[in-house]
């Protein structure tokens, strides 16, 4: 995640300290994203495709028991449904055409989307509870404890985050299933081993925002609205909750928009590797490796690379003009 | 002496770096002599732990290890049995740092004037399809656009060689491949850094006395503005001079991207721990080179 | 002033861009100056191969994987060399051997012209010398096992015995070598024809320890010498002047390249720029219906089987019932028909067809409704109740996905026939080995590759507590017949004894399901090239391969221009 490390950088702390903070940020920063054109398609296109990817299981599951023609429709479009009709090109019946399994490649897109944006969701907000925490308390502690825990930072900086990721996948998977409630309900195995995959790649992202988030912290420390709080006697906690936390909100956002699509990204990378979902579970980064084993010089499936490749690309787009529309309406870097 | 300082620093995180690297591998299940084909008797792997010391404890294989890195010693790679962890660093790391200057060169040859034309442009089409163009370099996994290259250059046009590392003509498309992610970032980077310096007082106060634009923007605004630039280029520099997995593979290039990955997915310990501690070296030296070139753009900038 | 914004910046646009142009084509020279220290160019080779993976040594005792020996052969030889025709053993160093009646007691009488690359004599010591540091538990051998049929090898090689000398391998002279073995041994010549059985040196490896592979100049006693090994980059071969037979090695350089990923293989091949690719592996499993009717493209069948092994501690695994109800529910011709599509052969047995004296008794083939009707008598009708169960496989990193998409196969076979659902479990490759070698899984899938051309290779690693077992089933009468099979040097009564044992194997107890048999492919234009044959081990000696000139093309063929 070493990409956004230039947020952290001084010159940008150094800027946000002149910032002057508007009076009712919300509404102007609403007034300004509506005027961003592209972020406000991205917007809708997000949610588009959100309601999409919600509506579609819930159709299947609906024309399974909605007399045979339905059921026949629902049970070839079943994303983990097999079938004699291997790698057949787009057309009526398949929209997205189909992939060697005979499986629907729409259907197994707008599957391995809840997968990928549930990872990067979920890994984002992971990311933005242990980097804000972090963050605030070096911050706001000061001294030597802030010293220790940007240490701890720097250390996990340095370090490969693939090693990280192995590590955690492999160990985390099989320690969980000793646990006694695996045990008694091994159902559950399946999603806990989601929200390993979840809370890796959390775990590897919240750097970035705790530095962030520190930075912002020490330089409101310094604000005059903070030494009046602290003269009149509030306890550090206090402060911390009142005044830093609610004060860095904006950059935090902005930030956590950011860092959605670096996570579908590296989620995507990880399946290539081999080590992203179980199979037959499907998300983006899986099905485009998959299509990527296709392109050669004989012959190429060019739809299990085009589709899923093209929803991915589009997806994370969406969410980068969204991230930057919301970045300039909060006017985070100060003007 | 702030960089003294910051250097002498360097140590004991190398060492807690190792330790925890050296840690978390040990915890991953599989050893790295967990064969497909059983050894005859149980004693081969005992004979094949015993001589690489992975029957002791981890905290003595450790000290162990601390005590060769005193003599500048790797150790054995646990996988390619006949090298050191030196051996395939030396062999590797020239190999990528190769590539990851010219990847480094093509990053900073088409972001830099990219992120200046949407800056100066602003809100017209340049800026559009240039900040579109940027950002959908930053989107498109690096193993998506690889292939896709391989096919229209080599396979459709014979225009350049599919794989392997030879000769100049080998490096075009892994250096592309590899470069254009960090094209698309400098781009954001350097536009976001031009638009703000345009918007700072003292180029307003300049404007107001009447300085000519040219020797304005060049003298002022583009020393500030570059400098997310370069702090972004340490942590960049690092991940390109360690190598690409995907682009190492694809183009069959021999750096060290692919042992990175492999290392540890062999539970190649020594080679995973030693990979772990070049990275930090590499990431905490270019970050010391990053904030003294900081320090000479920056006026305000100062170290203690 | 905002007016004239847009003009000033376009002009002060123009004078930026050729600034950094300037500085970026400056950059771009000095990187250009680098090359030449860092992109070697190296001379073409006669002929260049695509060997799969990189090789993890190339010291004789140490390798285990193919795309290893298929180098390593190139560079050492034993008492005997693998026949590129046959891939059965003909003589090697030695020029003949006595077998005594018994069957117990080999004599090997070597060449007396043999001499290290360097120039140094061969003799009979450094054939002792090279089999007891195969064994030296020092040396950590992992193909030790393969001599353990020499006397007292086993002991030497766990410690117990600390006298090398007792081992059954000693030096009559210095061109007679006597090996005595336990019990007869009928493809114990195969055996010396294996990488850890050949002939190293001694006085290199005494200098330099575990990096003697890499000394320079390295002496070899096959084929070929190392004139380089970059990781990742290739092995470069070149020939041997004083090898033995030199006088029949075909080419002068072979490069073997490693690369893991199809369609890079496949792309290099069809520009050209090299000749044989020869791994299975190595084939887009996607085009084989367009690439197998192609006339480069050669497949072949070989001594590999693919099956699925159940931990029969486990429940309901630990039940033969619920075993056969799953091996009957794989219909094995979806699997090879759409799936692997290279020309496997779906397998109800493990020894692969095609073995040297010996034909396997019929398993288990595809029959659902027998499939459920057992499930429901070892108390499963339909599925119900039926425990969770995963199934486990390993995942190539940047690589094929076969096993993934037979495992898709299986779980939906199941699901479908019997109700059943069985969860997919996919590792990285070395948990994957550990777990099954520690025997933490319910299913997994598995895959064998016959060390030399008998039944042996195939049925003795299900014997109780053998390593390779992996399953926890055992069955004394199995045993029994393995090792009478193993004592009988009358080829018939053998096979009726390895059958009998198969028979336990695939027919009444079914620790395993085969799924089918390993089709090699390999491809090279056989215009182009000569000397690789197919055969059941798919081993292509290297000496043997040689590039022809095809009469009436002109000097740009692909490899002309693209070089």
Redesign the interface.
């Known amino acids: 995640m070493?990409?956004e490390?230039?947020e952290n950088?001084?010159?940008?702390v150094?800027?946000q300290n002149a910032s002057s903070t508007p009076a009712s940020p919300a509404r102007r920063a609403w007034r300004r994203f509506r005027k961003n054109r592209p972020a406000l398609f991205s917007a809708w296109y997000v949610v588009a495709l959100l309601i999409v990817i919600a509506a579609w299981p819930v159709a299947i599951r609906i024309a399974h028991s909605a007399g045979p023609a339905a059921a026949a429709w629902a049970k070839n479009h079943a994303p983990?449904q097999?079938s004699?009709a291997?790698?057949q090109p787009p057309d009526a019946q398949h929209w997205f055409g189909t992939d060697?399994?005979g499986r629907d490649v729409l259907s197994r897109v707008l599957y391995g989307a809840q997968i990928s944006l549930l990872v990067g969701f979920v890994g984002a907000a992971v990311s933005l509870i242990i980097g804000v925490l972090w963050g605030a308390i070096a911050g706001s502690a000061g001294g030597k404890v802030d010293g220790a825990m940007m240490?701890i930072v720097?250390?996990l900086?340095?370090?490969?985050s693939?090693?990280?990721v192995?590590?955690l996948m492999?160990?985390l998977g099989?320690k969980l299933k000793q646990l006694p409630v695996v045990r008694q309900s091994?159902?559950l195995?399946?999603e806990l081993r989601l929200l390993i995959l979840f809370v890796g790649l959390g775990a590897i992202s919240w750097l970035t925002m705790a530095r962030i988030v520190r930075g912002q912290v020490l330089s409101l420390r310094t604000r005059p609205f903070v030494d009046a709080s602290r003269a009149l006697g509030a306890s550090p906690t206090r402060i911390l909750l009142r005044h830093i936390i609610p004060n860095v909100f904006g950059v935090v956002i902005v930030y956590l928009t950011l860092t959605i699509?670096a996570i579908v990204?590296y989620e995507?990378?990880l399946s290539?590797?081999?080590?992203g979902v179980?199979?037959?579970m499907a998300s983006w980064?899986s099905l485009?490796?998959?299509g990527?084993?296709?392109?050669?010089?004989?012959?190429?499936?060019w739809w299990m690379?085009v589709f899923p490749?093209g929803v991915?690309?589009s997806t994370?787009?969406a969410l980068?003009?969204l991230g930057d529309g919301l970045r300039d309406a909060w006017d985070v870097?100060?003007? | 002496m702030y960089f003294l300082k910051r250097l002498t620093y360097m140590i004991p995180l190398l060492l807690v770096i190792s330790a925890v690297s050296f840690w978390l591998v040990h915890l991953a299940p599989g050893g790295p002599f967990d064969k497909e084909r059983a050894p005859a008797s149980p004693q081969i792997k005992h004979n094949l732990e015993a001589k690489y010391h992975l029957d002791e404890p981890v905290w003595k294989q450790y000290l162990r290890y601390v005590g060769g890195l005193a003599h500048g010693d790797f150790g054995p790679s646990l996988k390619y049995r006949d090298h050191s962890v030196t051996d395939i660093v030396l062999q590797g790391l020239p190999v990528s740092m190769l590539l990851g200057w010219l990847a480094f060169g093509f990053a900073m040859g088409v972001g830099l004037p990219a992120g200046f034309i949407t800056a100066v442009q602003r809100g017209r089409w340049q800026d559009h399809v240039g900040s579109f163009l940027a950002l959908l370099a930053v989107c498109i996994p690096g193993f998506v656009i690889a292939p896709i290259l391989v096919l229209v250059f080599t396979i459709k046009w014979h225009l350049l060689p599919v794989a392997l590392w030879e000769s100049p003509a080998h490096a075009v498309l892994p250096t592309i491949a590899l470069g254009l992610y960090f094209a698309g970032k400098i781009a954001r980077l350097f536009r976001e850094g031009m638009l703000n310096t345009m918007q700072m007082e003292f180029v307003t106060a300049a404007r107001a006395k009447g300085l000519g634009e040219n020797t304005l923007l060049m003298r002022h605004a583009v020393r500030l503005a570059v400098l997310p630039v370069v702090s972004y280029a340490g942590p960049m520099l690092a991940d390109l001079f360690t190598g690409s997995f995907v682009i190492e593979n694809i183009f069959q290039i021999p750096g060290l991207g692919v042992f990175f990955i492999n290392s540890s997915l062999n539970s190649d310990y020594t080679m995973t721990v030693g990979l772990a501690l070049l990275y930090a070296v590499l990431l905490i030296v270019l970050n010391l080179v990053v904030d003294f070139a900081y320090m000479l753009l920056d006026p305000r900038v100062k170290y203690e | 002033m905002l007016r004239t914004q847009p003009r000033s910046a376009t002009t002060q646009q123009g004078g930026f861009r050729f600034q950094w142009t300037l500085r970026a084509a400056f950059a771009l020279l000095c990187c250009a100056l680098l090359f030449g220290g860092c992109m070697r160019r190296d001379p073409p080779a006669d002929v260049t191969i695509i060997n799969f993976s990189e090789p993890q040594s190339l010291d004789p005792a140490i390798i285990t994987a193919q795309p290893d020996m298929r180098i390593v052969s190139g560079m050492f030889e034993g008492m005997t060399r693998v026949d590129p025709k046959t891939g059965g053993a003909i003589p090697g160093l030695a020029e003949r051997w006595e077998i005594s009646p018994d069957g117990k007691t080999y004599i090997f009488r070597l060449r007396t012209n043999l001499v290290w690359s360097t120039g140094d004599p061969i003799r009979a010591d450094d054939v002792v010398y090279s089999w007891i540091r195969t064994l030296d538990p020092a040396t950590a051998s992992d193909y030790a096992g393969q001599l353990f049929y020499v006397k007292n090898a086993e002991a030497f090689n766990a410690g117990k015995m600390k006298d090398a000398s007792q081992v059954g391998v000693t030096a009559v002279n210095p061109f007679t070598v006597r090996v005595e073995l336990n019990h007869p041994t009928v493809f114990f010549l195969d055996i010396c024809a294996m990488p850890m059985a050949s002939v190293v040196p001694r006085q290199t490896i005494a200098k330099l320890g575990d990096a003697w592979i890499r000394a320079q100049p390295l002496p070899v006693s096959g084929p070929y010498e190392l004139e380089f090994w970059r990781l990742n980059d290739k092995v470069r071969l070149r020939k041997n002047p004083r090898y033995w037979d030199a006088a029949n090695t075909q080419s002068r350089i072979i490069d073997l390249l490693p690369i893991g990923s199809a369609s890079s293989a496949l792309n290099l091949y069809v520009r050209g720029e090299a000749d044989i690719v020869w791994d299975k592996e190595l084939v887009p499993t996607e085009l084989l219906d367009v690439l197998l009717r192609r006339p480069d493209f050669h497949t072949f069948s070989y001594l590999g089987s693919y099956f699925v092994r159940f931990n029969v501690t486990r429940k309901p695994f630990d039940d033969p019932r619920v075993r056969k109800a799953l091996a009957l529910a794989i219909d094995k011709k979806r699997i090879v028909q759409r799936i692997t599509r290279g020309g496997e052969q779906p397998a109800s047995h493990l020894v692969p067809d095609g073995t040297a004296h010996y034909v396997s008794p019929e398993g288990l083939g595809y029959d659902p409704v027998l499939a459920r009707k057992l499930l429901a008598e070892a108390g499963f009708p339909g599925g119900k109740n039926f425990p969770r169960m995963e199934y486990m496989f390993n995942a190539p990193a940047g690589g094929g996905k076969i096993h993934e998409q037979i495992a898709i196969e299986l779980q939906q076979m199941w699901r479908d026939t019997l109700g059943v659902d069985i969860e997919l479990r996919q590792l990285e490759m070395q948990v994957y080995l550990s777990e099954q070698d520690q025997m933490h899984y319910d299913l997994s899938r598995s895959s064998w590759i016959g060390d030399y051309n008998d039944a042996n290779t195939f049925l003795n690693m299900f014997v109780t507590d053998d390593g390779n077992n992996r399953t926890g089933w055992s069955n004394p009468r199995y045993d029994a017949l393995i090792r009478q099979a193993n004592e009988t040097t009358d080829v018939q009564a053998r096979e009726k004894l390895f059958q009998q044992a198969e028979t336990i194997l695939v027919r009444d107890d079914l620790p395993i399901i085969p799924l089918f048999f390993y089709a090699g492919i390999n491809y090279f234009d056989t215009n182009k090239i000569q000397g690789v044959y197919t055969n059941m081990v798919d081993l292509h000696p290297l000496n043997a391969i040689r590039k022809v000139k095809p009469k009436g093309q002109s000097l740009l063929t692909p490899a002309a221009t693209t070089r």
């Open positions: 070493s990409d490390q230039v950088s001084k010159v940008s150094e800027r983990e097999l004699d291997q790698f060697e399994h240490r720097d250390v900086y340095s370090l490969p693939i090693i990280f192995i590590v492999t160990t099989e091994p159902a195995e399946k699509p990204l995507s990378f290539y590797l081999g080590l179980q199979p037959p980064g485009i490796s998959e990527v084993d296709q392109i050669n010089p004989i012959r190429i499936y690379i490749g991915l690309v994370l787009l980068n003009f870097k100060g003007s």
